[in-house]
C-alpha cells in the first residue's frame, strides 16, 4: 500500500501525455464503469467491451455489487477490481497491452481531449483546425457519424457497441491513423451477432 501511494505521487509530479484516454482515471470507460457500479447496470460498461469478454465482466461486476456492501474499503477495493477488469478487456480488445488504470491529472492530448469536447458540444469547429487540411473532410464525416448514433438507450448494447466503434473511429482518425482497428470491428462485428441477447 505504502509502495502505491508513493508510486501515485511521483506519477502525480510528473504527469505523462498519453494519446488515447480509454484507460485514465477521468475518461469517458472508466467513468461509464463507475456509473454501471452506481446504478446496479452494468450495460453502462459492456458499450466498452466485446462480446466475448462480457461474462468475464459480468461475472466481476456481480461480484463487486455484493462485496461493495461490506463497507468502505470493501467497496474501494470492489470498484477497482471492476474497473481494472473492465478496461483490461477493452484494451485487450484492441489488441493493447493493459498498463493500469492511469491516475487522475495524466495528461491527454489536446486533439483527444477537443475531439471529446467536439462531441459533447455537438460541434467539431474547434477540432478540425488542429488537424491537416487533408484529414479534415474525413474528421468531420466520421464525428458525424458518431452524433447520428450518439443518442442510444443503455440498455441496447448492440446499439452502444455500433456507437463505441464510430467514437473510436473518429477518435484514431484525429490522432492521425487512418487505418480501420481490428478490435473495434469486433466491437462491431459482436454488436451484431450478440444484440439479441441483451
Known amino acids: 500500500m505504502f509502495i502505491n501511494r508513493i508510486v501515485t505521487l ?3 509530479l ?30 453502462y460498461a459492456l458499450k466498452w467491451i466485446p462480446a466475448d469478454g462480457e461474462a468475464e465482466l459480468r461475472d466481476i461486476f456481480d ?17 477497482r477490481l471492476f474497473l481494472e477488469t473492465m478496461v483490461r478487456i477493452h484494451r485487450m480488445g484492441e489488441g493493447v497491452g493493459f498498463t493500469g488504470i492511469q491516475p487522475v491529472g495524466t495528461r491527454i492530448d489536446p486533439v483527444v ?20 487540411q487533408e484529414r479534415r473532410a474525413e474528421l468531420d464525416k466520421r464525428f458525424h ?10 440498455d441496447d448494447v448492440a446499439a452502444g457497441r455500433r456507437y463505441l466503434a464510430a467514437y473510436v473511429s473518429f477518435f484514431k482518425y484525429a490522432e492521425g491513423e487512418d ?7 469486433r466491437l462491431v462485428h459482436s454488436a ?6 441483451h
Request: net charge negative; charged share 25%.
Open 63 to 79: 461480484k463487486a455489487l455484493r462485496v461493495r456492501t461490506l463497507g468502505v474499503d470493501a467497496a474501494e477495493l470492489a470498484d
Open 145 to 154: 457519424a458518431v452524433l447520428a448514433i450518439k443518442d442510444f438507450d443503455v
Open 113 to 132: 481531449t477537443a475531439a471529446d469536447e467536439a462531441i459533447a458540444q455537438g460541434s467539431d469547429a474547434v477540432l478540425l483546425p488542429m488537424v491537416p
Open 179 to 185: 487505418h480501420e482497428h481490428h478490435g473495434h470491428e
Open 192 to 197: 451484431h451477432d450478440h444484440g439479441h441477447e
Open 14 to 43: 510528473r504527469p505523462a501525455t498519453v494519446q488515447a484516454h480509454c484507460d485514465t482515471a477521468e475518461g469517458p470507460a472508466v467513468k461509464d464503469g463507475r456509473k454501471a457500479l452506481a446504478t446496479g447496470n452494468i450495460n
Open 10 to 12: 511521483l506519477a502525480a
